[in-house]
């Protein structure tokens, strides 16, 4: 069960870059960074310098502001981290492959709520386009029931 | 390894790189999250996560930096710098 677009909704999101595509609030739209801390219905994303040098000692001299944007009515950008470009390619296609138990779940997820924005996926990163809803849900509990609960 | 567990792993990775940043409230934060989902998944935490979390204050334990460690007879002390508590794990021999 590794962090693939599927179960982003349920693992752990700290620490992931995340950009937020879109927001009621219009001074949080555009705000990129990663994500140092999440509440019930908000994210923390660190928004400073560091777009592409990764965290480390410049990360704190660039000064990074940290942006509290709430998860409701947002539409969340989420940067994957891939380990390497072939292995990942083919966990995804043994997991579809041996994933018959759980396919009719994994459908109704990506045609349904689940806009995934899976392009370029096999080489280097991919983006997972998140609407904010489906991660509402408190920080500890949306591995056991937010992720494919259908009813909410 | 389920998500869950992922999860715990993600975390103490991401507590102990904001200790060496020296954002500990903010390691706090991780290590605590990581125990709640321990406990609702029944999963308990690695030796090595369980013994550099501080159990009083939830501070990570960088040796040196967050942590004090000594040998003393028959076990191990590690000191919390954060809050001043000490957790004693014995050894043999
Ligand atoms: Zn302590």
Request: hydrophobic residues 35%; contains cysteine; proline residues 4%.
């Amino acid at each position: 069960m590794a962090l693939t677009p599927e179960t982003l909704t349920r693992h752990e999101l700290n620490g992931l870059r995340v950009a937020v595509a879109d927001a009621p609030n219009p001074d949080l739209v555009g705000v990129a960074g990663r994500v140092v801390g999440e509440t019930m219905r908000t994210l923390r994303v660190a928004a400073g310098g560091d777009s592409a040098s990764g965290d480390g000692p410049d990360a704190s001299e660039t000064e990074s502001r940290v942006k509290q944007v709430p998860k409701r009515d947002s539409t969340f950008e989420f940067e994957l981290p891939s380990k390497g470009d072939a292995p990942e390619c083919t966990d995804e296609a043994a997991d579809a492959a041996k994933a018959s138990g759980t396919a009719s779940k994994r459908r109704s997820e990506t045609a349904g709520r689940f806009e995934a924005g899976q392009s370029g996926r096999c080489q280097g990163v991919a983006y997972v386009t998140v609407d904010g809803a489906r991660l509402l849900s408190r920080p500890a509990l949306r591995t056991e029931k937010t992720g494919d609960s259908l009813w909410r | 390894m389920g998500i869950p567990a992922e999860r715990i792993d993600r975390l103490q990775d991401l507590a102990r790189e904001a200790t060496a940043e020296g954002d500990i409230d903010r390691a706090r934060e991780y290590v605590r999250l990581a125990r709640r989902i321990g406990e609702r998944h029944r999963i308990s935490l690695q030796r090595r996560f369980r013994r550099f979390s501080c159990d009083d204050c939830d501070a990570y334990l960088r040796p040196g930096a967050t942590a004090r460690v000594r040998l003393r007879s028959g076990h191990v002390a590690i000191r919390c710098l954060a809050c001043g508590a000490t957790a004693r794990y014995p050894y043999e021999g």
